[in-house]
């Protein structure tokens, strides 16, 4: 019966894609693409930098790849806890499958596998070029590349067994067990891995600051020291098996991931043959009882502060819209505190000023992940509820405003914090740090408003969970593009402050003025063309929806 399932659905997937319009499914298929493609050249470049570095080029691409995969792993179980709980518990679908003639276990293997897709695919996507560019990069044969397809899977399915298997001992022990309640326990667990982590791995950045021998072999051979005890550290020990063509090495570390991965999934289905069916009773059978007072937080206000008291009640109410918050935010403490314990050797002006404005363009990212997760998806929640905003009195106009508003506040207090603390710990420069701070409030700007123009252009009121609006079609190309226009940002700014800093400390006079008001201007222009064209159509969208 299983497979009748699984067929019936990848028939509808099937048919969804072929429906499509040519031009939509070419442009999709090539913003895909383009993605990939950017992500493979951005660490090819990376790697390629490394590869050639005798003895540490090695290390420090090994400790990237694990220290990615650390935070792919924490990301998955956050994303996978939260998933299971509205695909396998509070889905209307779920309701009428159970309402047939199926087994228990052939639902619960559905909305496993169903989980795992919507959970794990943009991992996916952003795990395979930065494996594959540093594959390609530590000259692995081109016949051993797809090998690291099979520690992929395995390393993406732990934590997804794990987290279902969490969700449903947690409803066996309540059936009231809320998604507030759930993420908190996940950011606590998330918190506790980070500190184990920690605690575990040996600090290996204290470089040391002498030229005796004995010293600089204990240096390197701290560097080489891994952490045996966490999955990212047996996926790196993989791929770095497939670049030195140690076939026996990459055997064990991999079946250590495929022991987990079957030790994770077996223990999701004993305790679903154990405890799903009951838990999917008991919870269909009872409410939530509201903790937070109904009643308005102000009263008497205009139209537009209505809309965003609103937005900020079903913010705080409903976690679907800040579960993830919660990780990104432990994840930005872990950077923040890196930063800070990590000495800083590099005093070239051009290599200080790029690791400035790779730090704001990492804060870029986070300012656009943060509003694909929640702003993208507003419109398309409202639902059942759009055709009572557009009969109230209220411009359409003004509802596009109003559910930016609340969003672009949290989005600038968390990227302005962080930006501002680490470039003052990168950089001496107060230009680096001014100019990187209104770089990172434009980017904010930028990722809220685009962000929503995109969510009323690709609208879907027929879904309610916001993880799978944000990764729809899209949300995919909303993410590229905002992505591309951070990178581009960036470079501009790039040269002409790396020359002005160099110039500075080799005591000579250079005029930056020219150069700096000649890279404002392509920025703003740029800024214009991200924030204008999106908004017009959208605004012309949102009048148009019925």
């Not at 996916?124 to 081109?142: Q, R």
């Not at 009231?176 to 326990?185: E, H, N, V």
């Not at 009572?388 to 302005?416: C, N, V």
């Not at 009323?456 to 916001?466: H, L, S, V």
Request: proline content about 5%; overall charge positive; some cysteine.
């Amino acid at each position: 019966m299983i497979l009748l399932l699984l067929k019936t659905r990848i028939k509808r997937a099937i048919t969804s894609i072929v429906s499509m319009r040519r031009f939509n499914l070419a442009s999709y298929s090539f913003i895909l693409w383009l993605f990939l493609m950017g992500g493979f050249f951005f660490f090819f470049r990376v790697f390629n930098f490394l590869s050639p570095i005798e003895m540490i080029g090695n290390i420090i691409a090994n400790r990237l790849i694990s220290y990615s995969f650390f935070v792919f792993l924490l990301l998955l179980l956050m994303s996978n806890g939260i998933t299971a709980l509205s695909t396998l518990y509070q889905s209307d679908e779920v309701d009428f499958l159970h309402s047939m003639p199926l087994y228990p276990s052939d639902i619960f293997t559905l909305k496993l596998i169903e989980t795992v897709f919507y959970s794990s695919w943009a991992t996916l996507i952003g795990a395979l070029p930065l494996v594959v560019a540093y594959l390609i990069s530590f000259k692995t044969p081109y016949i051993l590349i797809p090998l690291i397809i099979i520690p992929l899977f395995a390393f993406i399915s732990i934590p997804s067994g794990f987290g279902v298997a969490l969700i449903i001992c947690l409803k066996r022990l309540n059936p009231r067990f809320s998604i507030k309640q759930l993420t908190i326990i996940l950011g606590c667990i998330s918190g506790l891995l980070i500190y184990i982590y920690i605690r575990t791995t040996p600090y290996t950045f204290n470089i040391p600051q002498t030229l005796d021998l004995e010293a600089i072999n204990r240096f390197m051979e701290g560097l080489r020291v891994s952490n045996p005890y966490f999955p990212n550290e047996w996926f790196h020990k993989s791929a770095s098996a497939l670049s030195s063509k140690d076939i026996g090495l990459f055997i064990e570390s991999t079946v250590l991931l495929l022991s987990g991965s079957i030790i994770s999934l077996s223990l999701a289905f004993l305790l679903a043959n154990l405890y799903y069916r009951t838990g999917w009773l008991s919870s269909s059978l009872l409410t939530e009882k509201s903790a937070i007072p109904k009643r308005p937080v102000l009263k008497n206000m205009p139209g537009p502060l209505n809309f965003l008291q609103k937005d900020m009640k079903i913010f705080v109410r409903s976690p679907l819209q800040w579960s993830q918050l919660l990780i990104i935010g432990v994840l930005l403490v872990f950077y923040s505190i890196s930063i800070r314990r990590t000495p800083l050797y590099v005093r070239d002006p051009f290599w200080l000023s790029a690791l400035a404005l790779i730090n704001t363009g990492f804060i870029g990212y986070i300012t656009a992940t943060l509003s694909l997760r929640f702003v993208f998806p507003l419109i398309s929640l409202e639902s059942r509820t759009w055709w009572i905003l557009r009969s109230s009195p209220i411009k359409a106009r003004t509802i596009f405003y109003s559910k930016g508003g609340f969003h672009f506040f949290i989005t600038l207090i968390i990227a302005e914090t962080v930006v501002i603390f680490s470039n003052i710990i990168l950089v001496e420069y107060s230009l680096i740090v001014v100019l990187s701070t209104i770089i990172t409030a434009i980017f904010s700007l930028v990722a809220v408003v685009f962000a929503l123009s995109m969510g009323t252009i690709f609208a879907d009121f027929t879904e309610t969970n916001p993880a799978k609006i944000a990764s729809g079609a899209g949300g995919l190309i909303t993410a590229v593009i905002n992505l591309a226009y951070i990178a581009l940002s960036l470079f501009i700014y790039f040269i002409p402050i790396s020359s002005y800093i160099r110039a500075q400390l080799q005591g000579d006079s250079i005029d930056i003025r020219i150069p700096l008001l000649t890279s404002s201007v392509t920025f703003i222009l740029l800024t214009l063309i991200m924030l204008f064209i999106p908004h017009r159509i959208a605004i012309k969208r949102i009048k148009e929806i019925e």
